[in-house]
């Protein structure tokens, strides 16, 4: 009896491990080192975006990214996420790094598929320290991805942001010169902007465990 006790928990096991491995992410939770966030963003992985990436020349990603209320329109967090992705036409390999205010990563890729779970997605995008958020209400995400902004300034402005954001900060000094960047008039255009906005989440889902 104990073995076929055995036989049976290992087969649940095995049943169940896949399916709670395909459990997505949330869209926005607290962890030890603060808010984060998890969208997938896929309308920019259009035709046009796909010959940008095998083109050779490095492309370069700005994402901005906005916690916002809802209903309304107020934003309580921002955060950035700059990436460089070039492709080795001889080698048919991408090198990819990208810099959040948690620090800078390198991959490399050999698939596009692979490329875009890198950079057609937000994984555990961090906030800055002490963002509040409250149980009764609603949150969602606002995301504007641009490909290869012009501006040189805006550019040298977000690493400047990351690089002083990875040392600490406190969040109503850092919130007013990241909201700066969304209305920066020196932002110029872009070979592409895509804008994503998320469903909404409750406060109470945010904090859960």
């Given at each position: 009896?104990?073995?076929?006790?055995l036989?049976?928990?290992?087969?649940?096991?095995?049943?169940?491990?896949?399916?709670?491995?395909?459990?997505?992410?949330?869209?926005?939770?607290?962890?030890?080192?603060?808010?984060?966030?998890?969208?997938?963003?896929?309308?920019?992985?259009?035709?046009?975006?796909?010959?940008?990436?095998?083109?050779?020349?490095?492309?370069?990603?700005?994402?901005?990214?906005?916690?916002?209320?809802?209903?309304?329109?107020?934003?309580?967090?921002?955060?950035?996420?700059?990436?460089?992705?070039?492709?080795?036409?001889?080698?048919?390999?991408?090198?990819?790094?990208?810099?959040?205010?948690?620090?800078?990563?390198?991959?490399?890729?050999?698939?596009?598929?692979?490329?875009?779970?890198?950079?057609?997605?937000?994984?555990?995008?961090?906030?800055?320290?002490?963002?509040?958020?409250?149980?009764?209400?609603?949150?969602?995400?606002?995301?504007?991805?641009?490909?290869?902004?012009?501006?040189?300034?805006?550019?040298e402005?977000?690493?400047?942001?990351?690089r002083?954001?990875?040392?600490?900060?406190?969040?109503?000094?850092?919130?007013?010169?990241?909201?700066?960047?969304?209305?920066?008039?020196?932002?110029?255009?872009?070979?592409?902007?895509?804008?994503?906005?998320?469903?909404?989440?409750?406060?109470?889902?945010?904090?859960?465990?």
């Amino acid at each position: 009896m104990a073995t076929v006790r055995l036989l049976v928990f290992l087969v649940c096991a095995i049943v169940a491990t896949p399916a709670a491995a395909q459990v997505p992410p949330r869209l926005l939770h607290q962890r030890r080192g603060g808010l984060v966030a998890n969208l997938s963003l896929g309308s920019l992985a259009t035709s046009a975006f796909e010959r940008k990436m095998r083109s050779g020349l490095t492309q370069r990603l700005l994402y901005r990214v906005l916690v916002k209320e809802s209903p309304g329109d107020r934003t309580i967090a921002a955060s950035l996420r700059y990436c460089a992705v070039t492709f080795d036409l001889w080698e048919e390999i991408w090198s990819v790094e990208c810099s959040t205010r948690a620090g800078t990563r390198q991959v490399s890729v050999a698939r596009y598929p692979q490329l875009l779970r890198h950079v057609a997605a937000l994984h555990e995008l961090p906030f800055p320290d002490g963002v509040k958020i409250w149980a009764s209400r609603r949150y969602h995400l606002e995301v504007q991805v641009q490909l290869n902004p012009i501006s040189r300034k805006l550019l040298e402005k977000v690493k400047l942001w990351l690089r002083q954001s990875e040392k600490g900060s406190q969040f109503s000094g850092y919130m007013g010169s990241m909201l700066s960047l969304f209305v920066d008039k020196s932002v110029g255009g872009s070979d592409m902007t895509v804008k994503v906005t998320s469903g909404s989440i409750t406060g109470r889902e945010v904090l859960a465990p």
